[in-house]
């Protein structure tokens, strides 16, 4: 079964990845959103 990601998901991701990078690093953030891709998989 293939995950269908929707308009509002992307957003969300978006916005965590924004969140994380700000409080972390932009690695960090990249690393933390390619983990939910993968784990959705």
């Given at each position: 079964m293939q995950l269908k990601w929707t308009d509002l998901a992307n957003t969300d991701l978006e916005k965590i990845e924004t969140h994380i990078a700000?409080?972390?690093?932009?690695?960090?953030?990249?690393?933390?959103?390619?983990n939910i891709i993968d784990s959705s998989h």
């Open positions: 700000q409080k972390n690093s932009p690695s960090v953030a990249i690393d933390v959103v390619m």
